[in-house]
């Protein structure tokens, strides 16, 4: 396993002639900077036409090997998740920047790139979005997901082409807001940057991975990953900073109905919600249940071009709440799927906290052993979800069947449960010893 680069090295403790200034000073040695990664192709223009997209699948055509691709969105700015600029390059065919606002579809660059593995780094943050223009991967390699299952501590896209491949990349605009037009060049290059050693990382990553006999592990993951949907969150709401320490059941109400329409406005405008009204307001105002709109831009965080320019669907809001009956208000604690948080788990079922800590432990050793995360080893959710109902049989080879099923309807892939399923039968028969 290779790590971050390592830190310069420091002089030794001088001497005292040294220090009396008898001997040359000498510098200590010091790591240089690693190179940074520039575009070897130039900067290409921005596909923004029907013409101009049939060129550049032409070319990509013409390439051979994988397709790095990556996708900017303006997250923090905007509602929605889509992408706002589309970056990819494949041997022999360059990189290209495509512009999906002004295209009405891009099932020809589909097409083109059908059978053809995608590369990406953090599929999961782009998928959707590609997913969003009709792009779908026939097989890909993550390049994150290869560093992790490799053991790497930090699999951060510029640390790993800095360790691996000893360039370094600029990643001053990562947080821009990409629904701007015209795209600055500085944002375009950086953008282009993002995919220029995509392919040659994914080759090294590549090589590593068979050499640690994880390339099936790997091959697994990325097949699974091809079919990634993002969670679909129930009452989204309880997760506003500062709802949780709300008690009252009418507080509750209110706050979820002002979050509603908050949303409801951050949609039809397409911003980010805290940029209509931040949740500290919210929170005030389903607290001080203000009645009318003097009162409610007396409220702590009511100050905004936001909260004046809605004040009267805040109230509305605060009325709605305020008048429903209480089989209409939400619970208090939002309904669980039965299995509740390990705090709980020693005084709700004391042997079922022995399976977890014991299988805990052995997954904890097995991550060392294996230089891969626990959680890439196998989630949280599902090892909860298996201990805290395990099959009823504990005869020793029924039970690691039935672990076995049970991962699988879980959708855990076949090397985790070859590596965890005997861990997880070992737990379930000491806890009970």
């Known amino acids: ?88 390059r494949r041997e022999g065919s360059g990189t290209a920047l495509i512009d999906p606002i002004g295209l009405d579809s891009l099932s020809l660059l589909q097409e083109t790139l059908a059978g053809t593995e995608w590369i990406l780094h953090a599929a999961t943050q782009d998928l959707p979005c590609l997913a969003e223009e009709g792009l779908r991967p026939s097989a890909l390699f993550d390049t994150e997901l290869a560093g992790r299952l490799l053991g790497y501590p ?12 000893g360039h370094r990349m600029k990643k001053e605009h990562s947080a821009a807001d990409w629904s701007t037009r015209p795209l600055p060049e500085a944002w375009l290059e950086y953008a282009a940057l993002d995919v220029e050693v995509l392919v040659e990382l994914r080759d090294r990553l590549a090589v590593e991975l068979e050499v640690a006999g994880k390339a099936e592990w790997a091959r697994q993951e990325f097949e699974h990953l091809r079919h990634f949907e993002p969670t679909v969150r129930v009452d989204a709401w ?17 706050a979820r109905e002002l979050w509603l329409t908050r949303d409801a406005i951050a949609r039809e405008r397409d911003v980010t919600p805290g940029r209509i009204l931040p949740d500290s307001a919210i929170v005030a105002a389903a607290t001080a249940h203000p009645t009318d709109r003097d009162s409610l831009r007396a409220t702590k965080g009511f100050h905004g071009r936001g909260a004046d320019r809605y004040a009267a669907r805040w109230v509305e809001a605060l009325t709605r709440a305020a008048e429903m009956g209480e089989s209409e208000m939400p619970e208090r604690s939002p309904r669980g799927d039965g299995v509740p948080p390990p705090r709980a788990w020693a005084d709700k079922d004391p042997v079922a906290a022995r399976r977890l800590s014991a299988a805990r432990e052995a997954v904890a050793a097995l ?10 080893l196998l989630t949280p959710d599902t090892l909860r979800r298996v201990l805290w109902r395990p099959p009823q049989t504990r005869m020793p080879g029924e039970l690691v069947d039935a672990v076995v099923a049970q991962l699988q309807d879980l959708g855990a892939r076949g090397w985790q449960i070859a590596l965890t399923a005997p861990l997880i039968t070992d737990a379930i028969l000491s806890a009970e010893t």
């Open 367 to 376: 991550s060392e052993a294996q230089s891969v995360p626990p959680e890439n």
């Open 1 to 88: 396993m290779s790590g971050p680069a390592a830190s310069p090295s420091t002089a030794s403790t001088p001497e005292p002639d040294d220090v009396a200034g008898d001997a040359p000073d000498v510098e200590s040695p010091v790591e240089p900077l690693a190179e940074l990664l520039v575009l070897r192709d130039g900067l290409p223009p921005v596909t923004e036409t029907p013409d101009e997209l049939a060129a550049v699948c032409a070319r990509l055509a013409s390439g051979t090997g994988p397709v790095a691709i990556d996708a900017e969105r303006a997250s923090g700015y905007r509602y929605s998740n889509r992408a706002y600029l589309v970056q990819l």
């Open 154 to 165: 930090r699999v951060g896209l510029a640390t790993l082409v800095e360790t691996l491949l």
């Open 238 to 254: 309880r997760r506003m900073s500062g709802v949780h320490r709300m008690r009252g059941l009418r507080d509750l109400t209110a």
